[in-house]
T-cell receptor, first 112, second 113 residues
């Protein structure tokens, strides 16, 4: 099993550009989520999904969009990047919500 | 709103010592608590998951305890090694609302050879 995979590992964007951060898991987990990690702030929940076709907002959802068309994939879209979105983004999954969560290696995003 | 605090923020100890990392949370109505390790520039590795009905969990040299009523958890590391150097994160799952983990800011641990 590859576990939770994320692409790309690094990305630099200009303000106003859009992009999609990819996340996939091969463990047949129903629950998937996105977090951002900022210095001094800890990890904060952006969006989550309890199964294919179901998504919901976390603590800091503004400026981000998600969809869950398959069990395996949970992409995170930045529609119009802003410098405040410079961060490290982590995707996580678990068998069901509330179970042990497993994290991907992260995507380091810089918005100029 | 659930808040998680980890003390100390940083810790440096000689190799071989036993040590304790602390985690506290403001709302005792949690389902479980998870301890993670994060190496520089890497993702999070799950160490231990304690359900709200449990008092402790052990994995190798690691032992995590949970006192739900007082809102506290500790991670005990026995016979520390330089390879244990990392940031240790505590996270609680409370369910409801924003249905994910609430994290502390971590304890940065350095084990001196």
């Amino acid at each position: 099993n590859a576990g939770v995979t994320q692409t790309p590992k690094f990305q630099v964007l200009k303000t106003g550009q859009s992009m999609t951060l990819q996340c996939a898991q091969d463990m047949n987990h129903e629950y998937m989520s996105w977090y951002r990690q900022d210095p001094g702030m800890g990890l904060r929940l952006i969006h989550y999904s309890v199964g294919a076709g179901i998504t919901d907002q976390g603590e800091v959802p503004n400026g981000y969009n998600v969809s869950r068309s398959t069990t395996e994939d949970f992409p995170l879209r930045l529609l119009s990047a802003a410098p405040s979105q410079t961060s490290v983004y982590f995707c996580a999954s678990s068998f069901m919500k509330g179970n042990e969560q497993f994290f991907g290696p992260g995507t380091r995003l810089t918005v100029l | 709103k659930q808040e998680v605090t980890q003390i100390p923020a940083a810790l440096s100890v000689p190799e071989g010592e036993n040590l304790v990392l602390n985690c506290s949370f403001t709302d005792s109505a949690i389902y479980n608590l998870q301890w993670f390790r994060q190496d520089p520039g890497k993702g999070l590795t799950s160490l231990l998951l304690i359900q709200s009905s449990q008092r402790e969990q052990t994995s190798g040299r690691l032992n995590a305890s949970l006192d739900k009523s007082s809102g506290r958890s500790t991670l005990y590391i026995a016979a520390s090694q330089p390879g244990d150097s990392a940031t240790y994160l505590c996270a609680v799952y409370s369910g409801g609302g924003a249905d994910g983990l609430t994290f502390g800011k971590g304890t940065h641990l350095i084990i001196q050879p």
